[in-house]
Every structure is written in C-alpha cells, then in structure tokens.
C-alpha cells in the first residue's frame, strides 16, 4: 500500500483497507511501504511528514472482509479507510486490527498483493521469523 495509507494502517488511523479483490487469508501480515507516496492523499487529508518508503515498516491482522455493495456504504466507512474511492461493483473492505509499527523499518522490495518474505541468513543459519517482531529486532542490532 502507497503512503500515507502504510503510514495509517501501522498508526492504527486507517483499520479498512478497500480492495477491488477478496482473500481468504485471515490472520497477521507485514505492512510493506514502496517507493511511491500519493501526494494528492497526502494533501487532502493534510499529512505533511517524511515517509520511510522501500521497507516493511510494520505488521497488522486482518480478521475480516466486508463486501461493499453501494457508495452509500462506503462513504459511511470513510472514517475508518480514509479513502477516495468510489464504488466499483468490487469493493472489499479488508478490516484491520492490532497494527505495530517497527521502530526500525526493514529495507525490502515490495510486490503486488500479498507475498512472501524470506528472513535472510546470517552465520549460515536463518534468523527467525520472530525477530521481525522488535523485542527479538534488538537483539540483533550490532551483532552480526
């Protein structure tokens, strides 16, 4: 997701993230922030700040989906996906909870939709995937 909506969603300012596709997936994934940052959304809804872009800057669960079925719909949610969409004949409301920012953003080549994301090895091991969760991060600061 562009920003400031990765910024949002990590805040725990945005909790629904409209799509024009569904999932089945249910549970906890990583925030990835790209390169680009939708200045025009930044300007409508006055955030002036330096993004961290290219990295997961976050993690979040995703325990819901609500199917839109008008614009009505949707512009009575505006206050939890913050979004200017329209209605489209597709829209899916993926419904956000427990957001956690990083306070040390990870460098990372995003893709489209959801993917996969490898720990990378260090001292022929591989580092866990817990350690992307901060209490474990810091223990690897500085040790490598």
Same mark, same amino acid.
């Given at each position: ?6 910024d ?20 906890? &994934?990583?925030?990835? !922030?790209?390169l680009?940052?939708? #200045?025009?959304d930044?300007?409508? *809804? @006055?955030?002036? =700040?330096? +993004? ?18 008008s ?8 206050? &939890?996906?913050?979004? !200017?969409?329209?209605?489209?004949? #597709?829209?899916?409301?993926?419904? *956000? @909870?427990?957001? =956690?920012? +990083? ?8 893709q ?33």
């Open positions: 997701m562009s920003q400031p909506f990765a949002l969603i990590v805040s725990g300012k945005k909790t629904i993230e409209l799509r024009s596709w569904n999932t089945n997936f249910r549970g906890e &994934f990583l925030i990835h !922030s790209p680009k940052i939708r #200045r025009d930044c300007d409508r *809804l @006055k955030i002036n =700040k330096k +993004f961290v872009t290219g990295a997961i800057i976050g993690k979040v669960e995703l325990y819901d989906i609500k199917k839109y079925n614009s009505k719909e949707i512009e009575s949610d505006k206050k &939890f996906h913050l979004s !200017s969409k329209r209605f489209q004949s #597709r829209t899916y409301g993926f419904m *956000l @909870k427990n957001p =956690k920012l +990083f306070k040390i953003p990870i460098p990372w080549k995003g489209l939709g959801f993917f996969d994301v490898k720990a990378p090895k260090t001292k022929n091991k591989y580092i866990i995937t817990d350690i992307i969760d901060e209490e474990y991060r810091y223990q690897w600061i500085g040790h490598h």
